[in-house]
């Protein structure tokens, strides 16, 4: 399992990506978030599973220039990427041709939020213990 900050990303990230199947694993970096969360959220737990941690109000517009879907930021902007990361979780999706890659996505926050199954919007959870990057 590979843990990075999406300002550490490099090529040798990107070839674990691909050996992944173009799979990664978005995470806002706050101390609401734990190991077992991982596994709860994107288990079960692989060797190859590649995680970007993020800094709190990035946009995906940044996220998908550095992954390599969007050769800049402005043209993942120009593509409607310019929007912040929704709190909860984000299913996986599908973006980029030349670069595809498979994103899913998780922003935790603190508070606790049921929602009606089906209703199309983003789950919220109260997490207890917090993950470290370093």
Do not use: Y
Request: a neutral charge; proline letters at 5%; hydrophobic letters at 40%.
């Amino acid at each position: 399992m590979e843990l990075v900050h999406l300002v550490q990303f490099d090529k040798r990230v990107e070839l674990l990506i691909r050996e992944n199947r173009g799979e990664v694993n978005v995470i806002v970096s706050t101390d609401n978030l734990f190991w077992n969360d991982l596994e709860l959220f994107f288990g079960p737990l692989r060797d190859e599973d590649v995680f970007v941690f993020v800094d709190p109000g990035t946009t995906w517009a940044h996220v998908l220039a550095k992954l390599g879907p969007f050769k800049s930021i402005s043209d993942a902007r120009k593509n409607g990427w310019n929007k912040p990361i929704e709190e909860g979780f984000t299913e996986t999706f599908k973006v980029g041709r030349a670069h595809r890659k498979f994103i899913t996505a998780f922003n935790p926050t603190d508070r606790l939020e049921k929602l009606a199954p089906g209703s199309g919007k983003t789950l919220k959870f109260e997490l207890k213990t917090p993950i470290t990057t370093s």
